[in-house]
Every structure is written in C-alpha cells, then in structure tokens.
C-alpha cells in the first residue's frame, strides 16, 4: 500500500457482563479510502464504531491515529482528532436550523453574539462543494431524511473530519438518494477523507468501497480489495458459511382475488387501484416520498381513507382504525418496528401475544397457559433466538426483533399482510429465514403485500409489481416484464 | 470452567437486579428501623394503624392516578376533583337531605364524570394531560369554591360517620377500602387484557394503536377510574372530617403522585405495579408520622420528603442507565 495509515486499530477488546462484543479485533484504515465495514447483526460493528468514536470505554487495545497511541478514547478526543460518526439514529435538534445545527457547539467567527449571517453562508458554502440544494435557515424537522443526512455530512465536513464513519447511511434512503449521497462520498474521498462505510447491502459495498473488512461475532474476519472479491466469498466470510440468498420459489398459483383496491384517495395517495389474490405477493415498489406506506396506512385503517372503496373477499369493507383492519383480518408489519411495532420494554411473550390478547381472555380474565404456548409455538416456528419468554425484546437483536413482529402479525392469523420494508436493517441469514416465510405463508393462502425499497427482493419475491410514484399508481408489472430499470423508470416518472 | 464463571456472572446480575427492584422497599424498611430508633412510640400497632389510616385515602386516589400514569399521561386534578365532589357531597346531605346512600352513589358518579371530562379533553384538543388537567383542576376548584361559598356545611345522619371513622373488626374503615381498591386495581392491571392494553398505551402508543387498541376510548376510560377512585376518597374523606370544607382535599395529588414515583409507577407510562405504589404511600405515610411523633417541624418535613423523592427517583433513574448498559451489552452479543 503506499496510501498513509490514518488510522489503526489494534487488539481491541470490549467485554460485557457475560459477553465478549470485541475480541481483539485489529483494522488499518487508509486515507481517502472507502472502507466497508461488513457484518452480521451483532458481529460488532457498532461496538467498533462506538469504540473508536469514544462513546463506549475500551477493556483492551490500543487506537493509532496520526502518530499517536490511544488506549482509551473519549467522544471530545476524537472529535478533536477529526473522527466523526453519523450514526443510524441522527443526532440532530429537529426545532433548529438546518445551519444551527451544523454549528451546533462552535462559534463561526469571534463575534460575541451569535453571527446567523456568517452561519447560513457557510452552511450554504458546504452546500455548494456537494452540489446540493438546502435553505440553510429551514428547520431540521421539516426535512426529509435524505436532507438530514445530508446536514449530518455537511456538520461532520464543518469540523475538518478527516475520518467518516457512516452507519447504514443508505438504510432511510431512495435509490436516486443513495446515489446523491454516493456522490458526496465520492467528493469526500477526492478530498483525502477516509469513510468507515457500514452496510448490510452488498451492491453498495461493491458499488462505493475501495476495501472491505468483515467482522463476525465479534472478531476481524478479513480484509479484501473490492475489487478482488466477489458477493459469494463476502457472504460466506460474513456468515462463516456458504450461503446464498436464494428466492423461494413457489409452488401453488394464485387465482381467488382476496383484496381489491378500487380508487383509494387520502393521506396522500391519489385515485389507486390495484387487487392481490390469494396465496400472491404483490410487490409495492416506489422511491422514498412515493406514498408506499402511507398506502399500506390507509388499508390498515391507520389513516383516513377520503374516498375509494377497499373490497375484502368480494365484499365491501369499511375500514376506519386498525380494529376494523384486524376485523377484517389485514395485517401489518410496519417499516418502524422499534417505533411503531414493537413494545421494546415488554417481553417477547408479551408482544406476541399483544394483539390476540382479548381473543385470548376469558370474561377479560387472561388465560397465562394459553398466551405461553401460542407465544412459545411461534417463537419456534420464527426461530427467534432469545434465552426465555420473558426476554425484553430491547435486548434481541434487529433479526430477531423483525421475527416478534412477524410473529405477532401470525398470531393474528390473517389472511392479508402487509409488510413494510420486511428486511430492512437485518443481517443475511434473518433475511433468508423471512423469504422462507414469506413464501410458506403464500403457499398458505395468505396474500402478502410487500412494499420494499431493495430491488432485489422484490424481483426475486413478487408475483407482481405495483409502482408508486407521486402518490399515484404509476404502473403494474406482470412477472413477465420484470426488470430493474423498467421499474425504476416508472418509479421515477419517467416513463 | 468457563460456563460457571458465565454463570456465576449472570447469577451475580440477577441478584443485583433483584435487589434493585425492591429499592423502595428497602427504604421502607430502613426508615422504619430508624424511626424505631428514634422514638420508641412509632412501632405499635396502634400508631402504625393511624399511620396507614392517615394515607389510606391518598392511596386509594394513587391507585387512580396509578392507571392514568401506567398509560402514559398524568392528571395533577385529583385534589381539586375532591374538593368539589366534597362540597356537593356535604350540600346533598346537610342542606338537600338527600339520603345517604343516594347522595354517595352521585358523588361517585360525578368523580368519574370529572374524570370523563379531563379525558375527553385530552382527546379532542389533542393537548397534553398535563396542561389539561392544570386546568381543570383550577376550573373543578373554583367551582367548588363558589359552591361552597365559604361556609362550614355541617349536619348529615350519624350513620356516615361509619366510613371514616368506623371499623371493621380490628381495621379502620378506609384501610379496607383501601386493600380492596389496591386488590382490585392490581387484578385489573395484571389479569385482564385491559390492564394489558394500559401498560401497552404508555409503552408504545402508536404500537398499540397499530395492534387495534382505541386509544382514545382508553384514554378517557383511564381518566374516569381515577375520578372514580378519587370519588371514593372524598366520600371516605368527608366522613372523616365531617364537616364540608373546601380545603379538603387540596393537594392531595402531591402525595399521590410522589408515592407512584416513589413505588417506581414511570413518569413516561408503561410501568408499575401496585406493591410499589402501596410501599410507596407507606414511606410517605412513616415520614408524616414519624416525623410528627418525633416532633420534626412542619417545614422540615417537606425537605425530608422532597429530598426523600428525589433519592428515589434519582435512584431509579440511575439503575435504568444501569440497566441500558447492559442491554447495550446483550443486543451487541
């Protein structure tokens, strides 16, 4: 290598009660160089990144930066040594400025007051290095996550970072979005900053990244050139066994319609119709913004429909709140688990339970026998790994966090699903065991609608594909016809 | 070799984390040997029944109060509710001569109906409980107030006396009232699916609305069981006092709320039991006694319960970061 080492990490080691999360885990990071950090759920890379950015102390180790040792870290120290993190959940102040937060915690210039002209002129001069249109006087909270990584970028360049990590950055994000920011990343590089890219998709890793390192259960697995690896040896690396994501295929055709949208108008969406059928998945795709789950919203009864009729096993359903949804047995698994799905400090018993609860209580007296074995028969049939019942989901990684809310949408026992970004934020192999599902479930009968933002597993899963674009049905694709850039023409209106 | 010492290091968490949990009663208990130590008068049976008849009343409005908070909002109008459930009370018996038991079963209604109207507020102006119930409680007081128009109400049948002074054998009236209550309030909470739906409200409510809850009908269902219990309270109350007054009452909510946080009910919904709650009224009512028996000054008292609220909650608060330490450590895993 003749590119400088920015930054070292060796034999690091973080020790929970019980658990190792690092064990000696040793990277070199090269300036100006993309480096994709590639692991499981719960293989350490945010132990790792919390490790190098001071948030967490360290048991063991050292960090090398520009020459100097550090056994510990502190979150002022590595700001000072131009290490800055955007973590998956931004640390913004929403009510503030999008140049306030830039700013947030230094001064712009000498004045004693605060100077806002010099501020939005300098929160409009980064702007311009990325190309990027942002009134800097618009408040966070108003801006679409895009924009907010983007004021993220823009706070971490306004502190000289020389080091970039990046969390997921592509999680919150459209496909033309993920390009953009690829394009910022790009520019970053050129300017000699070193990114620490962390993602679970491996297009992105091979798309972006110049290195890539691997981490699993906590240790360094390997570190391969990008361009001199291939998917198969990276899945393998990360899972520790070879492992496709392969697509189930399925083996009962569809042909009883189960739900028709006819017309459906509100939270957004204009005039949409489209019908799924029995034992179908019909795939929803749409960039960020297109009205996909405010879709999935207004068939739950999670939104106000203003006009346009929902029709369920041929008959007319009137569906004002999520009651009348499970009445009518729709299901949703919402793209927010952690916000929306999941009770985070109850325990998976608890949450699986959750929605039959009632049905499962006599004279509303609950019935303990009942709820344990529907909670244990599920739990096994997801195979969510947790050491009891009991186990506060809080504590479950992401995987098997999604494998709850799956099984308490299963526990319901509907006919319909909709399932909201089923695989996002989850490793590999929980991936796998989802598809698996989705598609025994179909063979079932039941009639899933899944809105997904990877293009990949809405080819290799639907039956059909609906776009959304503007809130409007931009076009239905028949199996036939599936193809990435035809849908994603039709996605971004072009077609 | 290497799975005892994981063992033992998970035996030796759970044992802290037991202990954490029954913190408040450890402080029941430490106060009540010290005070044990100080004045040979507070451990007899028979201060140590003033002492729980003296919160007994507080208690039954907590476990009120306890349902709205475990949903996730806070209604700071129990004393005021009280306040004007009492005066009308006293006006239907002494100057209406409605009969007892009549008069009773209104004022328990009109509880829950104030309880009702703080609900519906807070449903339809979509404000949080807090500022609704600051303000209803200024609006229920004052009414109570302009109703009472600063009389003493005096004269109702001597069979009233029963449910504030009288006992049942060897326990005082509104202890009793005060066990059921807690007892039915903890079935409520840990048996049915309702208490299910409460704990789930102030968890996650958009999560429980997603899972089919109606929020909103919760919502004012939980506010009217705490006018309900705070109906019970003043009928209980007034017994006791036996005159209608408008300071009756007043403040009330204070005890009330800092024995929920005391008895670890979370400010943020979605957490608490009843033992808790009821140890925590128990601490509450050992400071008054105890202190009063030790003639402490008025005013001291109140630092020593404010500083007491504060340890606890501090406490509390300090194992919760504890506790997501460790949860950072397991999700790592």
């Known amino acids: ?495 | 070799m290497k799975m005892d010492t994981l063992k033992l290091s998970n035996m030796r968490t759970s044992f802290g984390a037991e202990l954490r949990k029954y913190a408040p009663q450890m402080i029941l208990v430490a106060l009540v040997i010290l005070f044990s130590i100080i004045t040979p008068r507070f451990l007899t049976t028979y201060n140590l029944l003033i002492l729980v008849r003296q919160v007994s009343f507080a208690a039954i409005s907590a476990v009120g109060i306890m349902f709205v908070m475990i949903g996730g909002a806070i209604d700071l109008s129990i004393g005021s509710q009280i306040v004007l459930t009492n005066v009308l009370l006293a006006i239907m018996m002494a100057i209406w001569k409605v009969p007892m038991g009549l008069a009773i079963l209104i004022t328990l209604l009109l509880g829950t109906l104030l309880g009702v109207c703080n609900g519906l507020l807070a449903v339809k102006l979509k404000v949080h409980p807090l500022i609704i119930t600051l303000g209803t409680a200024s609006i229920f007081k004052g009414l109570g107030y302009i109703i009472a128009n600063s009389r003493n109400i005096m004269g109702f049948p001597d069979a009233y006396r029963w449910f504030g002074q009288g006992y049942i054998g060897p326990l005082p009236v509104p202890i009793v009232v005060m066990i059921i209550v807690a007892l039915i309030g903890s079935f409520v909470l840990t048996r049915t699916y309702f208490g299910r739906y409460v704990f789930a409200m102030g968890g996650n409510e958009e999560a429980a609305r997603l899972a089919g809850v109606n929020i909103n009908r919760m919502r004012i269902i939980l506010f009217a069981i705490c006018g309900f219990a705070s109906g019970i309270t003043s009928v209980l109350l007034l017994s006791r006092v036996f005159a209608g007054q408008v300071s009756t009452g007043s403040g009330i909510e204070f005890d009330c709320l800092t024995a929920a946080l005391l008895g670890g009910v979370s400010f943020k919904g979605g957490e608490g039991t009843i033992f808790g709650l009821i140890t925590g009224i128990l601490i509450i009512g050992v400071l008054n006694n105890a202190m009063q028996l030790a003639s402490f000054p008025d005013f001291s008292q109140n630092v020593v319960k404010g500083a007491v609220l504060l340890i606890a909650v501090g406490f509390d608060v300090y194992q919760k970061t504890h506790k997501a330490k460790e949860t950072v450590a397991l999700v790592k895993a």
């Open chain 1, 1 to 495: 290598m003749n590119a400088n080492i920015v930054l070292s990490l060796e034999n690091i080691t973080k020790k929970y009660p019980g658990v190792v999360a690092l064990n000696n885990v040793s990277i070199e990071f090269l300036e100006g160089e993309v480096h994709a950090l590639l692991g499981e759920n719960g293989a350490g890379k945010s132990t790792l990144i919390k490790a190098v950015a001071g948030a967490i102390p360290i048991d063991g180790g050292s960090i090398h930066v520009g020459g100097q040792t550090y056994h510990q870290m502190t979150p002022h120290l590595s700001r000072s040594l131009g290490i800055e993190v955007i973590y998956q959940e931004f640390n913004l102040v929403p009510p503030m400025s999008v140049a306030e937060n830039i700013f947030l915690g230094d001064r712009v210039n000498e004045k004693r007051l605060v100077d806002y002209a010099a501020m939005n002129a300098k929160a409009s001069e980064i702007f311009q290095q990325f190309d990027v249109a942002l009134d800097p006087t618009s408040r966070v909270e108003d801006l679409s996550p895009a924009q907010q990584q983007i004021v993220e970028i823009a706070k971490a360049v306004s502190k000289k970072v020389k080091i970039l990590i990046m969390d997921e950055p592509s999680a919150p994000l459209s496909v033309a979005e993920v390009e953009h920011m690829f394009a910022i990343i790009q520019q970053l590089k050129q300017k000699g900053v070193t990114i620490i890219y962390i993602s679970h998709r491996l297009e992105e890793v091979f798309r972006i990244s110049d290195r890539v390192s691997v981490m699993r259960d906590g240790r360094y697995v390997a570190t391969r050139l990008t361009q001199e690896t291939n998917r198969k040896e990276l899945i393998s690396l990360m899972v520790g066994r070879e492992l496709k994501e392969v697509y189930p295929s399925r083996t009962v055709i569809p042909t009883e319609t189960v739900l028709q949208v006819k017309n459906l108008s509100g939270n957004g969406d204009r005039d949409i119709s489209f019908s799924v059928k029995k034992g179908e998945i019909l795939g929803i795709s749409g960039l960020v913004g297109a009205g996909r789950t405010e879709l999935a919203m207004l068939l739950y009864g999670a939104a106000q429909i203003e006009s346009g009729e929902i029709w369920v096993n041929g008959k007319l359903a009137h569906i004002r709140s999520p009651q009348d949804a499970i009445r009518h047995r729709i299901g949703l698994l919402t793209e927010d688990r952690k916000g929306k799905g999941l009770f985070l400090e109850m325990g998976v018993r608890w949450n699986i339970s959750f929605p039959i609860i009632r049905r499962l209580s006599k004279r509303g007296v609950l019935d303990f026998q009942t709820e344990n074995d529907i909670a244990e028969k599920f739990t096994r049939r997801m195979n969510i790994k947790t050491p009891s019942l009991e186990q506060r989901v809080i504590n479950l990684s992401g995987g098997n966090q999604q494998k709850v809310v799956l099984a308490k949408s299963l526990a319901a026992e509907s006919d319909i699903l909709i399932f909201d970004e089923p695989t996002r934020g989850i490793d590999v192999g929980a991936k796998q065991e989802i598809y698996q599902l989705m598609r025994e479930l179909s063979d079932h009968g039941i009639a899933i609608l899944m809105i997904s933002s990877e293009m990949e597993e809405l080819l290799g899963m639907s039956d059909r594909i609906i776009v959304l674009c503007e809130g409007k049905l931009a076009g239905e694709v028949q199996k036939e016809q599936f193809s990435q850039d035809y849908i994603l023409d039709l996605a971004s209106g072009t077609h």
